[in-house]
């Protein structure tokens, strides 16, 4: 895939509030990078820290006007060890809930790495009926364990046609009815990684990831793209350049064919 460098291309201005949501074990510091990518591109300069406390509590770092361009909000769950997902959906709800409370935000995005996708997963589940809610418009997930972790049997098993995994695990199981529930709208870009012909990259396999494509089939749009090289390792997805052309491209630019 050829990439137009961001600052090439001329960034729509908009109030839709992208929220990026980490991994298990991880924090805000791992959505620095692509963050700090998209302000030296020129996308915002309203960045925003949400930190979640153990009890659900939400702190917003700052305020931010109606007319703020583009801006992105860090979340930060201080419980980044909690396995449930749906405890971490609820702490995302709330976010979002004050959010729209304190800024009337009224449009969000979703950038998710690894759990943080099925997370944000659970959220859309739990609440992306409410017609109450802001309204997803874009989601994009980096290396989403949508059928589990490698270590998990069945992980990485084959798909079928439509997607479905042949050996779903218990992480696919809890959020499949999102085949017949997910918000129809949302435009979707899935990114995974391939390191070394393994077809996984080091944790997540690659069909868990794609799994995706079968929970999001009433989306507007759905777009993947495995990276490979030794930049498509798990963890370094998140500090990899070309996924930070790929976010700003697809979020910001407009720039991404989506197919469906």
């Known amino acids: 895939m050829h990439l137009v460098h961001a600052s090439q291309t001329r960034t729509q201005s908009s109030q839709v509030v992208t929220l990026f949501v980490h991994g298990y074990g991880s924090s805000a510091h791992a959505e620095q990078h692509m963050v700090k990518a998209a302000e030296r591109a020129g996308v915002t300069r309203t960045v925003v820290r949400a930190d979640v406390s153990t009890r659900g509590k939400v702190h917003l770092s700052r305020k931010f006007s109606k007319q703020a361009k583009n801006p992105i909000v860090e979340v930060q769950f201080a419980a980044n060890r909690e396995p449930q997902s749906t405890k971490n959906a609820a702490w995302l709800h709330q976010v979002i809930v004050q959010l729209q409370r304190e800024d009337h935000v009224q449009r969000i995005n979703f950038v998710g790495h690894s759990k943080g996708n099925?997370?944000?997963?659970?959220?859309l589940l739990r609440y992306g009926s409410d017609p109450n809610l802001p309204r997803v418009e874009k989601q994009v997930a980096i290396a989403g364990p949508f059928n589990g972790v490698l270590r998990m049997t069945g992980s990485n098993s084959p798909l079928t046609k439509a997607g479905v995994p042949t050996q779903p695990t218990a992480t696919y199981q809890r959020i499949a009815q999102l085949r017949r529930t997910y918000p129809q709208g949302i435009r979707v870009l899935n990114i995974y990684g391939n390191v070394n012909g393994t077809n996984a990259d080091g944790t997540v396999g690659n069909n868990s990831s794609r799994a995706?494509?079968?929970?999001?089939?009433?989306?507007?749009?759905?777009?993947?793209?495995?990276?490979?090289?030794w930049k498509a390792q798990h963890s370094r997805l998140h500090a990899n350049h070309q996924v930070d052309q790929l976010l700003i491209h697809f979020l910001w630019q407009n720039r991404i064919k989506e197919v469906r």
């Open 212 to 229: 995706m494509r079968s929970l999001t089939v009433r989306a507007k749009s759905y777009r993947a793209v495995m990276i490979s090289g």
């Open 118 to 123: 099925v997370d944000i997963m659970t959220y």
